[in-house]
């Protein structure tokens, strides 16, 4: 038996009879209160806000708090994800590597991204930057040297890719994980 649920009812009126695209079409594919299927879409309304964007200075200044972050790139047709550790100059991140995929990419001249997580018991916090990178010349690889920037594996990363971020988005969010408050108490 199907329950009578005034709230979404009302949001289907609104919307009217909106054929739903192929995809959602929203960056990330994130959860974004949308139901898919049967030819509509329709937004659930959302009790509280729990999804909080970030201001574009509270994204550089979690970038400057954190050192290592993944960097999501692409090498002909292989997607590739990797940590690295990181370090901001002005508003561009800075990372030191050796030969490899990486520098395959950013001499292929393939767009990146890099991700950023920041977990407590009661929130979440991600910040994406999306740009290219580009292999610093040696007359500019020294500005690795004014910030604090070495390798945390093997000594040998002599090379300097700059990210020069097109977009900087964050969000908070504010975590529920209900499935932790059904486990039984394991204090005496």
């Not at 649920?5 to 960056?27: F, H, I, M, T």
């Not at 550790?85 to 990372?95: E, I, M, S």
Request: glycine share 6%; aromatic share 6%.
């Amino acid at each position: 038996m199907a329950r009578h649920r005034p709230d979404v009812e009302s949001a289907v009126d609104e919307l009217g009879d909106q054929p739903a695209p192929d995809k959602p079409s929203c960056a990330g594919d994130e959860d974004d209160g949308l139901l898919w299927g049967g030819g509509h879409n329709y937004r659930v309304p959302m009790a509280d806000d729990v999804d909080v964007e970030l201001t574009q200075d509270e994204c550089w200044e979690l970038l400057r708090t954190h050192e290592l972050g993944r960097l999501a790139f692409t090498v002909l047709d292989e997607q590739h994800l990797t940590p690295v550790n990181y370090a901001v100059d002005g508003r561009t991140l800075l990372f030191r590597t050796a030969p490899g995929s990486k520098l395959l990419a950013v001499a292929l001249g393939a767009q990146v991204a890099f991700e950023i997580d920041e977990l407590d018991d009661d929130s979440a916090v991600s910040v994406v930057v999306r740009g290219r990178a580009r292999h610093l010349p040696e007359d500019e690889a020294h500005r690795a040297e004014n910030v604090p920037l070495r390798p945390w594996v093997g000594p040998d990363k002599y090379d300097v890719v700059e990210i020069a971020p097109e977009v900087v988005a964050g969000r908070r969010f504010q975590l529920s994980r209900p499935w932790l408050h059904l486990r039984p108490d394991s204090t005496p």
